[in-house]
């Protein structure tokens, strides 16, 4: 929605500078939209130094033509009183609710700034926000509401109709090139909460790509960038054939409203359950915080909620097919490790019985990849049962996400020596961290275990899933759990071992 609402009320100034060139509005929306995504798989390295120059530019220019409407209507300022407002409200409820949730869209993009607090520290995006942004903000939409003081036909846009003829091209391209960089940030950000997604395990594996060799945080996730650019470009087309008799970003805006109100409510309950349990605050302190918060969020939820007949329903559509997916394949991980540690042979049992009927052990090394830290991988079993020979050296490993968004080199490995030449290994990663065999295997002969990789040999299960009537999950969910395991990355490719040291023993599970 960020980049559909945002570059399209940008590309609208063409409308006030030359009516007609209105039809061209959304043919050269969907041309910037298209041409941003296309360019996600080169990155933002070499343009990326020009961003903050160019969005100071953009907050001064807003705020100068903001300032220089106020002193032409000083008047305009009483509006800090909440007296009018509670006028307002008490002489039409009903008009007063409605106009609740269209003031909401002024603080949108808030939300934004905790996609870059992995990127940035907390004091620069203070500063940013209290120094640069919020003052900007303030004086531009005071400056629209002393326009429209002045001159009510300026409502069909009236921040185009701040700046003087001379000057709409020069707004409407550096408008443009904010909502570019606007609309960049947000897509970075879906391609991180992708990562993390998928490192939490609530996202099949994806391709990930990264586009620099200096920024770790700056990656590519093709599946998704082709998703948004999908969706963003059917939002634009849609919401315009929906109704042509007005601008097709104030269509959008009220998806956009129930989207952000919605998520900033959702947001206010993640701060009670993170204050009660991480930072173990009382009931009754963690309480009253998300309460004043509450108090703020809900009445701009529920005038949002007004939006849902029209296009409202849009982005709480999206979020509960992402919801299906992201816990249909958490809950499908979930039984699925329960099915194979049903079938699991316990580690002393393993041992007791090659004590017994020692098999042939081969030269090399044998990496067992498994999801769990107890019992034995079921594809160590297979292979003993079909080829009746044992590496002389076997390692269990087991790579593991913490709740942490990094885990440091030092405490990337733990390794516990079982006994005749076996090794249990778990690999800790965060999860904005990506797993690496490599850097792994360099982990483990800090801590006195020698993996070379050309002499090692990588299995891996490969479970075929059948849809069944078990008891656990509805049989077309199963379904389409099978589906997203079919299509999920290769663990060869996405752990980065070679494909060619990769013996894959196969297991037909049912769900």
């Not at 063409?14 to 080169?42: K, M, Y």
């Not at 002193?71 to 307002?88: G, M, N, T």
């Not at 020698?450 to 379904?479: C, K, N, Q």
């Amino acid at each position: 929605l960020t980049p559909a609402i945002s570059v399209l009320s940008a590309v609208e100034g063409l409308e006030i500078a030359t009516p007609a060139l209105a039809s061209w509005v959304i043919p050269v929306t969907l041309v910037i939209l298209i041409g941003l995504f296309l360019v996600q798989s080169r990155g933002t390295a070499r343009i990326g130094a020009v961003f903050g120059p160019v969005m100071l530019v953009w907050f001064a220019t807003i705020g100068v033509l903001g300032l220089s409407q106020i002193i032409r209507e000083p008047s305009v300022l009483a509006a800090v009183s909440p007296y009018h407002a509670a006028r307002f409200f008490a002489e039409d409820v009903r008009r007063g609710f409605v106009v609740l949730g269209a003031v909401f869209l002024v603080v949108t993009g808030g939300e934004a700034l905790y996609a870059d607090l992995g990127h940035f520290g907390h004091r620069a995006i203070q500063f940013a926000w209290f120094g640069v942004a919020l003052p900007c903000l303030l004086l531009n939409y005071f400056g629209q509401g002393a326009l429209l003081l002045r001159d009510a036909s300026a409502a069909e846009n009236p921040f185009y109709h701040l700046a003087p003829g001379w000057a709409l091209y020069p707004l409407i391209a550096l408008a443009t090139a904010a909502t570019i960089i606007a609309s960049q940030a947000v897509i970075s950000g879906a391609f991180s909460l992708t990562r993390q997604a998928v490192q939490l395990g609530y996202s099949p594996r994806l391709q990930i790509a990264h586009t620099s060799s200096r920024e770790i945080g700056q990656i590519y996730v093709p599946l998704v960038n082709r998703g948004l650019m999908l969706l963003t470009c059917v939002l634009v087309i849609g919401f315009h054939a929906a109704d042509t008799a007005q601008p097709t970003s104030s269509n959008i805006a009220g998806a956009y409203g129930v989207a952000l109100s919605t998520l900033m409510l959702i947001t206010t309950l993640m701060f009670y359950v993170m204050s009660r349990e991480v930072w173990r605050w009382s009931f009754a302190r963690a309480a009253i915080v998300s309460g004043l918060f509450l108090c703020v969020d809900v009445p701009f939820f529920g005038a949002n909620m007004l939006k849902i007949r029209s296009g409202g329903w849009v982005p709480l559509a999206i979020a509960a097919a992402i919801f299906l997916l992201m816990t249909t394949w958490q809950r499908g991980r979930e039984i699925l490790g329960k099915r194979m540690q049903e079938k699991t042979v316990a580690l002393k049992m393993l041992l007791a019985d090659l004590a017994a009927e020692p098999p042939i052990r081969v030269p090399g090394t044998a990496v067992f990849l498994y999801g769990t830290t107890d019992g034995t991988p079921p594809a160590l079993v297979h292979n003993l049962t079909h080829n009746k020979v044992l590496h002389e050296r076997v390692v269990f490993l087991t790579m593991v996400t913490q709740d942490v968004p990094h885990v440091s080199t030092a405490e990337r490995v733990t390794v516990k020596a079982i006994g005749k030449g076996f090794y249990k290994v778990v690999a800790s990663y965060g999860f904005m961290d990506d797993p690496d065999i490599d850097d792994v295997l360099a982990a483990c002969q800090v801590r006195s275990l020698d993996i070379p990789i050309a002499g090692t040999t990588f299995f891996l299960g490969r479970e075929t899933l059948v849809a069944s009537d078990r008891p656990g999950m509805r049989h077309w969910r199963a379904e389409l759990f099978a589906f997203m395991s079919r299509n999920a990355l290769r663990a060869t490719a996405f752990f980065k071992i070679p494909a060619e040291q990769v013996f894959e023993v196969g297991a037909q599970v049912e769900l």
